[in-house]
Structure formats: C-alpha cells, structure tokens
C-alpha cells in the first residue's frame, strides 16, 4: 500500500513539474520580420517578464516593455521596437526608422 501511494506522489509531482516547464514555454513567443531594408530581425517578446529581445546580425538586444496607448514598445533607450499587429518599426540610435512585417 505505501508503495502505491509512493507511486501516485511520484506521478503527480512530475506532471505538477511538467506543467510549470509547458507554461514557461508558452509564455515567450519568437516571431522573425522582413524588412524594406532586406534585412531578416528576429524578436522573441517574453510576457511574463515583460522583455522582448531584438536579434540583429547575430546580436542580441534586450528592451524592456513600455506603456503605450495600443500595440506595443520595447526599448532599452537607444534601441527601440513599436508596433501593433503584423507592423514593426525599430529605431537604432539616430538611424532612420526600419519598416518590417511579421512572415
């Protein structure tokens, strides 16, 4: 009988394991951009921490999320993503604006 309960226990704090693991997963979401540069941007935005990073050239740069009035920004002060739906625009220092779609 302990062996039983033993077993039931087991079971139930690894599903209880697995399902924290699924939710820390789903909580971050990667989507890659086009832009009318021709460059390719990768953004992976992680809600629960309110990061998104921005990946360009192989780098990485992380931007805090801000408050806006509708869509979304992220920056980190010289560095800055905005958008709303499949839009993107990013703002590197005193470069002109960067226009990208989500594919």
């Known amino acids: 009988m302990k062996?039983?309960?033993?077993?039931?226990?087991?079971?139930?704090?690894?599903?209880?394991?697995?399902?924290?693991v699924l939710n820390n997963t789903m909580s971050e979401r990667q989507v890659i951009f086009h832009c009318n540069n021709a460059e390719i941007l990768q953004v992976r935005f992680n809600a629960k921490k309110e990061l998104a990073t921005l990946v360009r050239y192989g780098a990485e740069i992380e931007l805090a999320q801000q408050r806006t009035g509708s869509g979304f920004l992220y920056s980190n002060g010289p560095n800055t993503i905005r958008g709303q739906g499949d839009q993107l625009t990013v703002e590197i220092g005193r470069m002109m604006p960067i226009e990208c779609v989500a594919k």
């Open 3 to 20: 062996k039983i309960v033993l077993v039931m226990l087991s079971i139930s704090l690894l599903s209880a394991c697995s399902t924290s």
